[in-house]
C-alpha cells in the first residue's frame, strides 16, 4: 500500500519536470510489484493493497492507514 501509494504521489509531483524519469521509474517498479502479487502470501489482500495505494496516491491522500482500511489489508479484526 504504502509503496505504491507513495510512488504514484511522486510520479504526480515529477511527471511535469522530469517525465522520462517517471516513466523510468514506473517501469523498474512495476516487475517486483507484480511479482509480489503474483507469487506472494495472501495475493488477494496484496492486490487491493496496490490498488487502493495507487488509488490514494492518484488522489494524493496521505498519512497513515485509518485502522478500518488497516484491519481490510491485513486481515485482522477492529
Do not use: C, M
Not at 512495476?30 to 502479487?37: E, F, G, K, M, R
Not at 487502493?52 to 489489508?73: D, E, M, N
Amino acid at each position: 500500500y504504502f509503496i505504491t501509494r507513495n510512488n504514484v504521489d511522486l510520479y504526480l509531483r515529477y511527471a511535469r519536470i522530469r517525465p522520462r524519469w517517471v516513466l523510468s521509474a514506473a517501469k523498474r517498479e512495476l516487475s517486483p510489484t507484480v511479482t509480489t502479487i503474483v507469487s506472494g502470501p495472501r495475493r488477494g489482500r496484496q492486490l487491493l493493497a496496490t490498488v487502493i495505494g495507487a488509488a490514494h496516491g492518484l488522489i494524493r491522500k496521505r498519512g497513515p492507514l485509518s485502522p478500518g482500511l488497516r484491519a481490510l489489508l491485513t486481515g485482522s479484526r477492529v
